[in-house]
T-cell receptor, first 114, second 111 residues
Framework: EAGVAQSPRYKIIEKRQSVAFWCNPISGHATLYWYQQILGQGPKLLIQFQNNGVVDDSQLPKDRFSAERLKGVDSTLKIQPAKLEDSAVYLC????????????FGPGTRLTVT | GEDVEQSLFLSVREGDSSVINCTYTDSSSTYLYWYKQEPGAGLQLLTYIFSNMDMKQDQRLTVLLNKKDKHLSLRIADTQTGDSAIYFCAEIPTTTDKLIFGTGTRLQVFP
């Protein structure tokens, strides 16, 4: 069974530029999560999708971050415009039904904003 | 509250036991988890414990839960260099229904 795929693995941009990350969850998993992990901290949930609907985006900075999962499969997370404090690893995870299931994590995208 | 705290760093000699500690504030969680993160890799679920249990053993891993003190620990027996990683405890409070991670403990194993 293929794991959660993410791309790119690394991205360096200047502040005020835009960036997009892509995630392909494990086949058949209904729930998809995006986490932000700042260096030296644990991951923090940004947004949770159930199929193609948003379940929780309470910690997503909506003035600059957006995410979509149009067909209920893969997802993109966008930052526009980026700030220095957005430098972090962005992790995507998926689970079969919901948070109570085991979440399977992708390798992450390391973003550096200069 | 949703704070989950861990000590930042632990260094042990190969073959010794490692004990990683975690304290949490929300007692509503049904399960508590331990994740492992190796450099450049995503998080891997190591083990979990149901909140009505005191202890769970899984090969070299032993999880102890003290609900009264809201304290969770992970013991790794016969620690190997391949165990070097960052370990996160995590919970899903029923009040939020989302996975809340601790700050992480970096385990370094030296020969």
């Amino acid at each position: 069974e293929a794991g959660v795929a993410q791309s790119p693995r690394y991205k360096i941009i200047e502040k005020r530029q835009s960036v997009a990350f892509w995630c392909n969850p494990i086949s058949g998993h209904a729930t998809l999560y995006w986490y932000q992990q700042i260096l030296g901290q644990g991951p923090k949930l940004l947004i949770q999708f159930q199929n193609n609907g948003v379940v929780d985006d309470s910690q997503l900075p909506k003035d600059r971050f957006s995410a979509e999962r149009l067909k209920g499969v893969d997802s993109t997370l966008k930052i526009q415009p980026a700030k220095l404090e957005d430098s972090a690893v962005y992790l995507c995870a998926s689970s079969p039904t919901g948070p109570g299931d085991e979440q399977y994590f992708g390798p992450g995208t390391r973003l550096t904003v200069t | 509250g949703e704070d989950v705290e861990q000590s930042l760093f632990l260094s042990v000699r190969e073959g010794d036991s490692s004990v990683i500690n975690c304290t949490y504030t929300d007692s509503s969680s049904t399960y508590l988890y331990w994740y492992k993160q190796e450099p450049g890799a995503g998080l891997q679920l190591l083990t979990y414990i149901f909140s009505n249990m005191d202890m769970k053993q899984d090969q070299r891993l032993t999880v102890l839960l003290n609900k009264k003190d809201k304290h969770l620990s992970l013991r790794i027996a016969d620690t190997q260099t391949g165990d070097s990683a960052i370990y996160f405890c995590a919970e899903i409070p029923t009040t939020t229904d989302k996975l809340i991670f601790g700050t992480g403990t970096r385990l370094q194993v030296f020969p």
